[in-house]
């Protein structure tokens, strides 16, 4: 089993059904799949229904909500990159997020300025936390 260095990640939403649609369908496009519903309070998506929630959303906390700390009155803006195997993977990531009502935040394409082989795209969900996809290798590699 290979180790990663982080376990899960976990952001908050104010519209948790809009950040579900919105995430399963751009995480389907990395292979994850919703596990886990808790309805109006969070969801997690992973690899394998047998999997722990890699990633997850949670309806920010509130006064009557004890077992989670108190809200920022300014919420954290995440920006989260994953990685993909090939270029049409991320520009299907992309489509995704725009078809859910993602922001564009970068089309898909080349970024020259972070090295030769970068091909990226970029939106931002509705609590404006930033989702990117990112291709490391060159076409040939691909």
Known sequence: MTRTMLSHVALDA????????F???ALATLGLARIETIAGLASGCARG???????RMLRPPTAASPTRAPASPSPSIL????????RAQVDAFHNAC????GADAGAQ???PHS????HGAYARDRDRNRITR???RSPEQR
């Open 49 to 55: 229904a047998e999997a722990t929630p890699q990633f």
């Open 98 to 101: 725009l078809a859910q009502g």
């Open 109 to 111: 394409g080349r970024r």
């Open 134 to 136: 990112a291709h490391h």
């Open 79 to 86: 920006t989260f990159a994953f990685d993909t195997e090939s």
């Open 23 to 25: 995430h399963d369908a």
């Open 14 to 21: 104010r519209d948790i059904d809009a950040a579900r649609r």
């Open 115 to 118: 090295h030769p082989n970068y």
